[in-house]
């Protein structure tokens, strides 16, 4: 049982570039989540799903896009890389019973935009 | 702005010692409390949780004392090991949406 698989573990961007992030979970889970950590701010809330097909704005939205389209996986997407968006990211997902499930994260993908 | 604010930012504790991690918010919307463990080179793992109608939980060496009326809940480690080492983030759910709000961290080391 796999749990969360975030792809790919490590990448470097140049300024402007951009690319996706993979998070896929074996769960059945219906919430899928993406937060960002940085040092100092702990982790952040990017965007986050309650169901296939829906997303909903988190905290730091700016920059991002997400997409759900299959229940089992939650892409994040960088348009225009910017330094700002060097972090590790955090895929994480729940399920909705029984009520305060917790959330079971990834093992995060470093990115570091140049 | 930081709707769950933790301290302290980093903590040293002698192997048996006490560690002691305090959190603090100021929305009422939210009710669930957990507390997470983070290794190096891994996602943070849930370690105990508490909803706000408990004033403590105790699972093994952890503990959360939570103090509604001061928006206020603590993690105690009782006989912490070198094992205990990693990074702890409170967290706060709003009522009902399963979104989660957490601190900024607390990077605990334990000497043997």
């Known amino acids: 049982n796999a749990g969360v698989t975030q792809t790919p573990k490590f990448r470097v961007l140049k300024t402007g570039q951009s690319m996706t992030l993979l998070c896929a979970q074996d769960?059945?889970?219906?919430?899928m989540y993406w937060y960002r950590q940085d040092p100092g701010m702990g982790l952040r809330l990017i965007h986050y799903?309650?169901?296939?097909?829906?997303?909903a704005k988190g905290e730091v939205p700016d920059g991002y896009n997400v997409s759900r389209l299959k229940k089992q996986n939650f892409l994040l997407g960088l348009e225009s890389a910017a330094p700002s968006q060097t972090s590790v990211y955090f895929c994480?997902?729940?399920?909705?019973?029984?009520?305060?499930?917790?959330?079971?994260f990834g093992n995060g993908t470093r990115l570091t935009v140049t | 702005q930081q709707q769950v604010k933790q301290s302290p930012q980093s903590l040293i504790v002698q192997k048996g010692g006490i560690s002691i991690i305090n959190c603090a918010y100021e929305n009422t919307a939210f009710d669930y409390f957990p507390w997470y463990q983070q290794f190096p080179g891994k996602g943070p793992a849930l370690l105990i949780a508490?909803?706000?109608?408990?004033s403590e939980k105790k699972e093994g060496r952890f503990t959360i004392s939570f103090n509604k009326s001061a928006k206020q809940f603590s993690l105690h480690i009782m006989d912490s090991q070198p094992g205990d080492s990693a990074t702890y983030f409170c967290a706060a759910e709003y009522t009902g949406t399963y979104k989660y709000i957490f601190g900024t961290g607390t990077r605990l080391k334990v000497l043997a």
């Open positions: 769960m059945n889970h219906e919430y």
């Open positions: 799903s309650v169901g296939e097909g829906t997303t």
């Open positions: 508490i909803r706000p109608d408990v």
């Open positions: 994480a997902s729940s399920t909705r019973t029984p009520p305060n499930s917790p959330l079971h």
